[in-house]
C-alpha cells in the first residue's frame, strides 16, 4: 500500500480508492490500491485583539485573523456572549489577511462606543472543526468624557470630502498630539491600510505627525479613510474623510465647415 498526503482542496471522497496512478505514483502492492490520508490543521490565531483604552461617544476597533485546514470560521464574544452584526452600534465583518489561502480575518467595530455598557472583555473565536476552538482575548476601558487622563491622544478635525483628479497627488492630513507622542496608522473603508504594500502610499513624517500621501491617485483609491492615533494611554480615531478621484475628462470640439 502506498499513502500519500493531500491539502484539503484536492481531497477526494473519503471513501476514495483508485486503481490508476495518482499524480503520477503508480500502485506499488498486489491489489493496485493507493489510499489517501488527510491533512487537516487546527486552528491557529494570527493576529490577535489588543486592549482598548478610548473615550466614550468615539470609537473602538478589534482585528483578529486565524489560520487552519479547514479555514476557520471566527465570531466575537463580548463577557463570553456572542456578538451579532444585527446588535445596535456593533459591526461585525470580514478582513482580508496575508497569512495564506487557509486565512480568515475578523473586524468588530463598536461605534459609538458607551462607558459602561462596552466596557468588557471581548474574545475571538477561530474553530474549523478540527481540535478545539483557539480564542485570543483583549479588554476595552471607556473613559467618560470627563475622566479623559492627560496625554490622551487628539486629532484636528481632518476635512471631511478631499476630490483629486486621476494621477495628481492626494494629500490627507492627519494632526495627531498627545503623551507620548502618537503612532499614527490609517484605515481605509474601517479596514487597516497597509501603506507599505502600495508604493504609491507614503506616511510623512512631518509636522502633521502623521500626513498619508497617495501619488498618482487612481480610481480605486477612492473610500473612506480614517486616521487612528495611538500611545500607552489610548487610542482615537478621527472623523472620516470621504476621498473621490475624478477621471480624466476629455473634451472634444468639432468643427463643421459649410465647405
Known sequence: MHEIEVSEETLPPLDFVTEEPLNGIPPINDTGNIFIRYLTHPPEITIR???LQVRANGIAAFYCAARGDPVPNILWRKNGKKVSSMQSRYLVSGMETAAGPNANGAVLRIEPVRAQRDDATYECVAENGVGDAVTAVATLTVFEADKVPPGFPSITPPPTTMVVEVGHTATLPCQANGS??????????SLPLDVASNPRYALLNDKMHGTLQIVKSEEEDQGKFECVAENAIGTEFSKPTSLYVKGEIIIIIYIISDH
Do not use: D, F
Open 49 to 51: 485583539p489588543r486592549n
Open 180 to 189: 507620548p507622542s502618537p503612532r499614527v496608522r490609517w484605515l481605509w473603508n
